[in-house]
């Protein structure tokens, strides 16, 4: 089976403070996906790393992709109100045609 | 459709009934999943489907859940005699052909067994 571990589980920080939250696996996936869930919805996809050591960039949100595949992380610079929410990562495996979870980082911002 | 529709939204019902839960995925995609979510929680796989069938029903929990999909679109997800620790968010999510890496879901069913 594979496992997704998230953390931390739980982080409150104030308005423009930076943050990472990590994802970690034994396992390799073909490619790692991050979303964010905001209460009552479901998660809405942010980012998909597919090669090893690759980083991207959104806004000010940067995600890396290990060199192994099997881990990544989620930084997020000067957050904001808005950037509140449940992040998850997700490991796909194309050959077993599904995505598995980690348990989610609940991220609060504070003004 | 635009997006992923799910039915109800909300189900409330009492323990040892049956309910039956569904998804419209977005038009075209052929890859439909069902997760389940306890409160702040990550998502629980439950049953995986590609066309009609269902590669992988690996993640239901018991006999008492079972899911169909017809004609390559709309699913069910349905609990036979529900019990209290059934109660959760269901969410449903599609993608396209096997690009599970791009997940579209739903805005979930909240389930509570009484």
């Known amino acids: 089976t594979q496992l997704l571990e998230q953390s931390p589980q739980f982080l409150s920080i104030q308005e423009g403070e930076n943050l990472t939250v990590y994802c970690n696996s034994s396992?390799?996936?073909?490619?790692l996906q991050w979303y964010r869930q905001e209460p009552g919805e479901g998660p809405v996809l942010l980012v998909t790393v597919v090669t090893g050591g690759e980083v991207k960039k959104l806004k000010r949100l940067t995600f890396q992709f290990g060199d192994a595949r099997k881990d990544s992380s989620l930084h997020i610079t000067a957050a904001q109100p808005g950037d509140t929410g449940l992040y998850l990562c997700?490991?796909?495996?194309?050959?077993?045609?599904?995505?598995?979870f980690g348990d989610g980082t609940t991220l609060t911002v504070k003004p | 459709g635009a997006g992923v529709s799910q039915s109800p939204s909300n189900k409330v019902t009492e323990k040892g009934k049956d309910v039956e839960l569904r998804c419209d995925p977005i038009s075209g995609h052929t890859a439909l999943y069902w997760y389940r979510q306890s409160l702040g929680q990550g998502l629980e796989f439950l049953i995986y489907f590609q066309g009609n069938s269902a590669p992988d029903k690996s993640g239901l929990p018991s006999d008492r859940f079972s899911a169909e999909r017809t004609g390559g679109s709309v699913s069910t997800l349905t609990i036979q005699r529900t019990q209290q620790e059934d109660s959760a968010v269901y969410l449903c999510a599609s993608s396209q052909r096997q690009r599970n890496e791009k997940l579209f879901f739903g805005s979930g069913t909240q389930l509570s067994v009484l």
């Open positions: 396992s390799v996936f073909s490619s």
């Open positions: 997700a490991g796909a495996d194309t050959n077993a045609g599904k995505s598995t």
